[in-house]
């Protein structure tokens, strides 16, 4: 049985690989990185010595994936980043993968991507037209629908604040919402990839604790010894405190400056989902597919500790 985790260069798929590697021996892993140039040599090393196969592919080059998706079994497909081009990126990953044999799919989603109340969320059309295709292709596949993950808002957001003198900025303001840690959503979704949860299924991949932006916010004061001051703002001055860090606000914006590969509209439209309530849902999906409670931000705030010890200024020195 070959498995095959795409992006594993990415901060999720990354430990999902490192899981199967555990699993399966790397020996019968293949992941995708979008540059072998852009990983960390300890990272190439370590995959090259426990045997996994290393293919340079993205959804945009055709040839690519089939290259890396030959002989595969099961598959792991990472959204994409770039917002607005995913449908046909995704739709190109799931097309070779259906060609190449593969038996069962294994997709990132995210909350509510059927729901026509998450419709208006910057990110989700991309996701609700990628699940649509799965669904008409007939093909096995399970659709993990994430939750905003938590180390987002123990890392990036207090880097913004940081940037921004300890200003930290949201329209969240005090809504609460059940966000998922990166490591729960990875062992969620290996469990899946090693064939638990069945067919055409999908998976609510949530936090065990509601939390508002504020009590993170504190939680990382207390931790850290900062005081970093947080501040519920309306949709247009989050814009325009955004815009001071050089995050555009649109995908096609200018990110040559940006510390952050996300748009203004996506980061606003997370935020205000959790003020409207839509991202505080109950699942137990993590524990039904793990065998553990889902962690909360308690359990991991420490992780992120590095961010303001060693002064991080960019998405891309982030763990």
Known sequence: ??????????????????????????????????????VPSKKMEHWKSAGVSVFEANYDDIDSLRRAFKDGDRIYIVSGLEVGKRVQQHKNAI???????????????FIGATDPAYAHLDVTPDHTATENYL???????????????????LTMYPMLARMSNHI?????????????????????????LLGKGGDQTSFNVFGS???????????????????????PVPDEEYYQYLEKLHIPRTITGDFSQSPVPFSGNDIVSNDASIRDGLLNIKSDDVEFLTGKKAKTARDIVKDSAYVWEDNVTNWSQMH
């Open 1 to 38: 049985m070959r498995y095959i985790v795409c992006g594993a260069d990415g901060k999720l798929a990354g430990r999902i690989a490192e899981n199967m590697i555990k699993e399966v021996g790397g020996e019968n892993l293949t992941v995708t990185v979008w540059s072998k140039k852009r």
């Open 95 to 109: 097309d070779v993968a259906i060609e190449q044999g593969i038996s069962h799919i294994t997709y990132s989603s």
């Open 135 to 153: 669904k008409s292709t007939g093909h096995p596949y399970t659709a993990m629908r994430n939750n905003l993950y938590l180390e987002n808002y």
């Open 168 to 192: 930290w900025a949201s329209t969240a303001m005090e809504g609460r919402a059940t966000l998922v840690a990166k490591d729960d959503a990875a062992a969620a979704a290996t469990a899946v």
């Open 209 to 231: 604790e509601a939390i508002s932006v504020r009590e993170l916010c504190n939680l990382v004061n207390e931790v850290s010894g900062m005081n970093l001051i947080y501040d």
